[in-house]
């Protein structure tokens, strides 16, 4: 199993999430850790991490049998499964 943010597969909420996570995820990072440039980094690397059909094909690549996601939130976030048997 495993659990990351995803590409959103809502219309609407895909633009909001986008500049939501822009723009709020580093301020408030800052506000709290008095650092914003990691929390921009993180939500660089969320939208630069393989969306859920791609990662879901490298899973079985890597030999595990049955790989499958399922989206959360509108696909903010998908939890990814495959087996090795």
Known sequence: L???FSEV????????????????IPRI???VTGEGEPYSY????????PN?????AMISRAGFERASFRNYSGGIAALHS???L
């Open 2 to 4: 495993c659990l990351e």
């Open 42 to 49: 993180l939500v660089e690397s969320i939208r630069k991490f």
């Open 29 to 31: 990072g800052k506000a």
């Open 82 to 84: 495959g087996w090795k």
């Open 9 to 24: 597969d809502m219309p609407l909420l895909d633009k909001v999430y986008e500049a939501w996570s822009f723009n709020a």
């Open 52 to 56: 859920q059909q791609n990662f879901a």
